[in-house]
């Protein structure tokens, strides 16, 4: 295993920490969408666990940014809502989309 891979897999994992605790940009998402792409074609993956993997990250970028907006329509200050479950639901989506790439990257054969 490369070193540097080892610090891409560290910070991949550490990603949905920033993200739920209140310091999520849709800039940022977008930039883990389109890092997520790159290091997804670095695993031995079959292409249909790839686009699965790409569809679940798209999803849940949605859901996570789209939560925050829905909630700041409908929500109250300080209590849940719906706009508030969807940002929960795409912050799930976007781990375990993470948890499947650092899988596949630590099971990759070095090329």
Do not use: C
């Amino acid at each position: 295993m490369h070193t540097l891979r080892l610090f891409s897999i560290f910070a991949w994992l550490a990603i949905p920490t920033v993200m739920y605790g209140d310091y999520a940009h849709a800039g940022v998402l977008l930039l883990m969408a389109l890092l997520y792409h790159n290091y997804m074609e670095q695993t031995s993956f079959p292409i249909g666990v790839k686009v699965g993997a790409a569809v679940v990250v798209l999803v849940g970028v949605l859901a996570q940014s789209g939560g925050f907006f829905l909630h700041m329509a409908i929500g109250q200050p300080g209590a849940p809502s719906l706009g508030t479950t969807i940002t929960t639901i795409g912050a799930a989506l976007l781990a375990g989309a993470i948890l499947l790439l650092v899988y596949g990257l630590i099971t990759a054969k070095p090329t």
